[in-house]
């Protein structure tokens, strides 16, 4: 059996005392991240991975346009969010023709403070990867990599040998032009758990030359279950192991909820940014309302599904998801790095205090409104107050 698959059991059955206790004695531990918003400029992908959900969901495969865009990013600021991770749940950035008339908006709005997103950087050409060292406000960008060769490549994204020539190509380009970059790179390779160790492939090579100039590519051993969409069905025939959703222990909130909220392509406001690909999470459109009353501690919607869950009641993607973080158990990671949290009404008080009463729900008229036109003026800022 795969290692990593028990070492995630043994984690989650640990896990599972901390958290009953902390439930116990009402210590809630909400992370304090007031400053990130997640913001889906396209549902598109070019790829098919056996071990995605894209190929599986039902949600509009678009690319947000420009004006919807810098209008969600305008009411963002507002509400005091100044870095964006615009990743998408499914899909890759570079689908989105006019990304960088996207990257170049918040490069230069001055309020905005960083920007990061994944990509399979299997779409742009020389060009663009040459464009991504020009932006300053690029701070983190991660390659996701699929197989170890081309075979492998092939297996898992079911595409083809020129998309993987050129996902060598910009490989290639990155590394001659690693001194220029402004921004923090990752590299996370996803493949069989039968892959060699040594590199006995361009790719493989590739990477070790990353290796030696200091970026130590990071390999999964063990995949998500994407809310139930992906099964072991889904990867027969490789050596891939789908964790099931038994393996996390659920009680309380997901502190996704609190955190990882979405913008999605569509104008949808989905309450988690990572496996909820149809978004069933849903709580609320910006076709419809402003960011600022979505959320909010007034919108029912958005606090149904915090109570809901807080009851032990998921819905069907959570309730598969081992994506899962409880509001009473502190990762590891957030020991080190000295995170601060929050009770859920404090949350609430914060969103309260951001949430400004004179914005508007400009995205229906921006939509519409030419890039060469006379934008609405910006919906001013409010300072978030720390909870004490």
Same mark, same amino acid.
């Given at each position: 059996?795969?290692?990593?698959?028990?070492?995630?059991?043994?984690?989650?059955?640990?896990?599972?005392?901390?958290?009953?206790?902390?439930?116990?004695?009402?210590?809630?531990?909400?992370?304090?991240?007031?400053?990130?918003?997640?913001?889906?400029?396209?549902?598109?992908?070019?790829?098919?991975?056996?071990?995605?959900?894209?190929?599986?969901?039902?949600?509009?495969?678009?690319?947000?346009?420009?004006?919807? *865009?810098?209008?969600?990013?305008?009411?963002?600021?507002?509400?005091?969010?100044?870095?964006?991770?615009?990743?998408?749940?499914?899909?890759?950035?570079?689908?989105?023709?006019?990304?960088?008339?996207?990257? +170049? *908006?918040?490069?230069?709005?001055?309020?905005?403070? &960083?920007?990061?997103?994944?990509?399979?950087?299997?779409?742009?050409?020389?060009?663009?990867?040459?464009?991504?060292?020009?932006?300053?406000?690029?701070?983190?960008?991660?390659?996701?990599?699929?197989?170890?060769?081309?075979?492998?490549?092939?297996?898992?994204?079911?595409?083809?040998?020129?998309?993987?020539?050129?996902?060598?190509?910009?490989?290639?380009?990155?590394?001659?032009?690693?001194?220029?970059?402004?921004?923090?790179?990752?590299?996370?390779?996803?493949?069989?758990?039968?892959?060699?160790?040594?590199?006995?492939?361009?790719?493989?090579?590739?990477?070790?030359?990353?290796?030696?100039?200091?970026?130590?590519?990071?390999?999964?051993?063990?995949?998500?279950?994407?809310?139930?969409?992906?099964?072991?069905?889904?990867?027969?025939?490789?050596?891939?192991?789908?964790?099931?959703?038994?393996?996390?222990?659920?009680?309380?909130?997901?502190?996704?909820?609190?955190?990882?909220?979405?913008?999605?392509?569509?104008?949808?406001?989905?309450?988690? &940014?990572?496996?909820?690909?149809?978004?069933?999470?849903?709580?609320?459109?910006?076709?419809? &309302?402003?960011?600022?009353?979505?959320?909010?501690?007034?919108?029912?919607?958005?606090? &149904?599904?915090?109570?809901?869950?807080?009851?032990?009641? *998921?819905?069907?993607?959570?309730?598969?998801?081992?994506?899962?973080?409880?509001?009473?158990?502190?990762?590891?990671?957030?020991?080190?790095?000295?995170?601060?949290?929050?009770?859920?009404? +404090?949350?609430?008080?914060?969103?309260?205090?951001?949430?400004?009463?004179?914005?508007?729900?400009?995205?229906?008229?921006?939509?519409?409104?030419?890039?060469?036109?006379?934008?609405?003026?910006?919906?001013?800022?409010?300072?978030?107050?720390?909870?004490?």
């Amino acid at each position: 059996m795969n290692p990593s698959v028990i070492a995630k059991a043994a984690k989650s059955a640990l896990s599972r005392v901390e958290i009953n206790f902390n439930r116990l004695i009402g210590r809630e531990l909400v992370p304090l991240e007031t400053t990130i918003l997640n913001i889906e400029t396209s549902s598109l992908c070019n790829l098919e991975c056996v071990f995605c959900a894209y190929v599986k969901k039902q949600s509009p495969k678009v690319s947000m346009k420009d004006a919807f *865009f810098n209008d969600c990013v305008r009411q963002a600021v507002g509400l005091g969010f100044t870095q964006f991770e615009l990743t998408p749940c499914t899909g890759d950035v570079f689908m989105d023709r006019h990304i960088f008339n996207k990257f +170049e *908006f918040l490069d230069q709005h001055p309020e905005v403070e &960083a920007f990061r997103f994944f990509t399979n950087f299997t779409i742009p050409n020389r060009s663009k990867v040459e464009r991504l060292l020009t932006l300053k406000k690029l701070k983190n960008l991660t390659v996701s990599i699929y197989g170890h060769d081309l075979t492998s490549f092939i297996a898992i994204t079911k595409s083809t040998e020129t998309v993987y020539n050129r996902l060598i190509g910009n490989l290639k380009t990155l590394l001659e032009n690693l001194d220029r970059k402004n921004f923090n790179l990752d590299i996370g390779i996803r493949t069989t758990n039968d892959a060699p160790r040594k590199p006995v492939s361009e790719l493989m090579e590739l990477l070790e030359r990353f290796r030696e100039r200091g970026i130590r590519p990071r390999r999964a051993h063990v995949y998500n279950n994407w809310g139930g969409y992906v099964t072991q069905a889904d990867v027969a025939g490789l050596a891939i192991d789908v964790t099931g959703a038994e393996t996390v222990y659920k009680r309380g909130a997901c502190a996704h909820l609190f955190t990882t909220y979405q913008i999605m392509a569509t104008g949808i406001v989905n309450g988690c &940014a990572c496996r909820d690909v149809d978004a069933s999470l849903r709580i609320g459109d910006l076709n419809d &309302a402003p960011l600022h009353e979505v959320l909010s501690p007034d919108n029912p919607a958005y606090m &149904a599904l915090i109570e809901e869950q807080q009851r032990g009641d *998921f819905r069907p993607a959570c309730k598969s998801c081992d994506y899962y973080k409880s509001i009473y158990h502190m990762r590891t990671s957030r020991r080190k790095d000295g995170s601060e949290f929050q009770s859920i009404e +404090e949350f609430k008080d914060r969103l309260r205090i951001a949430g400004h009463p004179a914005s508007d729900n400009l995205i229906k008229e921006i939509t519409d409104t030419p890039l060469n036109k006379p934008q609405p003026a910006s919906i001013a800022k409010t300072t978030v107050t720390p909870a004490k």
